[in-house]
């Protein structure tokens, strides 16, 4: 039986680390030749594999495929697109077997979020519905931590620092205006249904750095008369404060406040802009000056000032992905395992993808202040070791210097496919 290649793709919002789950791949892989053969990775994600658009990775020197373990965003290009049922679009997956079956294809690992999960959970079950041996493992990334059964998701611990960072220094510049100008500073994170990266806000402000701020999550529903309270008691104490608000904040009424009524490729509400709306809320509730800020992409493209325990922990997760295909494993995950908080240890584990697709980890509810404006010590803990240590990447010229890869498509043998 001839050695089966492999295909590898990058889906959802892309990370800082999100290569370095890839060039654990393709490393890994590289040290197992006996076992798989090619690497193939996906144009754009799971689109490169329904339009045959494969790129070789043997094209890419060993020192360059290492280099993207310091570089950040998709390596390889990512999409959201999710695929429907079997029942619902049998053809997809009929163009799937034909793409592996012409590229001898038998190992897929599919790297992101919730949907992504799902992606791959559906691919792993073609061996059975359509009878084509397939093994499917899917790598975990999702800024936004919410994927079940791992302690932790690789890209989260980097936005986390970032946003940590960020708000100390923003507060300090707030803090030397507050006399004669601007009062309060409101950052926008993201974070739809959980409020992860938010509460990252809150390791700014320390027993040796005591800063005021106020978090708004999406577990807790807005309410501005205890919200303004909350900003104004701040004020009079310590002359400013500093908002951190994530994008899914919701009203009273159960809408977003940042809803602009659009739609993403997965059908879920198209955020952005709660900042300015917390800004003005408290603008005219308290007349106060305000500045805001979106950290929008820069949060997860941030890899200049990457955790290293997210780095480490990236890599870890697709070396593990290639190292569960080889010995037979199909339609799981490898997960972050936390063994102890202090010191921080952890240890790589197992989920199986039923477990994980389509189900979002919220914040627990005692790692939320009882106020339900900060974050508990519980939280602290729990928090402090994901953004630990400095993975700084090589600089040139004062720049990161990022490695861009050939990305060498490999020769179509199939008819062209629409999506």
Not at 203 to 217: G, K, M, R, T
Request: proline share 4%; charged share 20%.
């Amino acid at each position: 039986m001839s050695i089966k290649n492999a295909f590898y793709a990058q889906s959802g919002g892309v990370t800082a680390v999100i290569n370095a789950s890839a060039a654990g791949v393709i490393e890994t892989a590289r040290q197992h030749a006996d076992k798989i053969g090619n690497v193939y990775a996906g144009r754009n994600g799971i689109i490169g594999a329904l339009t045959e658009d494969l790129i070789d990775t043997s094209a890419d020197s060993a020192e360059a495929i290492a280099a993207l373990r310091h570089t950040p965003s998709g390596g390889f290009g990512s999409c959201r697109y999710k695929l429907k049922s079997i029942e619902q679009n049998r053809r997809e997956y009929e163009r799937l077997i034909e793409v592996f079956k012409a590229h001898n294809i038998g190992y897929f690992f599919y790297n992101g979020g919730g949907d992504s999960a799902d992606t791959c959970l559906k691919v792993s079950q073609i061996s059975d519905t359509l009878s084509y041996p397939i093994q499917a493992i899917h790598v975990p990334k999702t800024v936004d931590n919410d994927l079940p059964v791992t302690d932790c998701c690789p890209g989260f611990g980097s936005v986390a620092k970032y946003i940590a960072v960020s708000t100390r220094e923003a507060s300090f510049d707030v803090a030397s205006m507050a006399k004669t100008s601007t009062k309060v500073f409101v950052l926008e994170v993201m974070g739809r249904h959980a409020g992860w990266i938010a509460a990252a806000g809150g390791l700014a402000s320390s027993q040796d750095c005591e800063i005021p701020i106020v978090i708004l999550f999406p577990e807790i529903t807005f309410d501005k008369a205890k919200f303004l309270a909350k900003v104004d008691g701040y004020v009079k104490q310590f002359g400013y404060c500093s908002v951190v608000v994530s994008e899914g904040v919701k009203g009273e009424d159960g809408n977003f406040l940042s809803d602009q009524g659009l739609r993403d490729a997965f059908g879920h509400a198209q955020l952005g802009g709660v900042a300015p709306v917390v800004a003005n809320i408290i603008k005219d509730g308290l007349g106060l000056k305000y500045h805001w800020g979106v950290a929008d992409y820069l949060q997860r493209a941030a890899r200049h000032i990457a955790s290293k325990t997210d780095v480490e922990q990236a890599y870890a997760m697709g070396k593990a992905a290639v190292e569960y295909a080889i010995a037979g494993h199909n339609s799981v995950m490898p997960t972050i395992d936390r063994v102890s908080s202090a010191p921080y240890t952890w240890k790589v584990g197992m989920a199986q993808l039923a477990n994980v697709a389509n189900v979002e980890k919220m914040m627990p509810a005692d790692y939320i202040s009882e106020d339900g404006f900060g974050i508990s010590e519980a939280c602290r803990e729990y928090l402090l070791p994901l953004i630990e240590g400095e993975d700084y990447p090589p600089y040139k010229n004062g720049l990161p210097d990022y490695v861009r890869l050939k990305n060498v498509a490999i020769e179509k043998k199939l008819e062209k496919f629409e999506i």
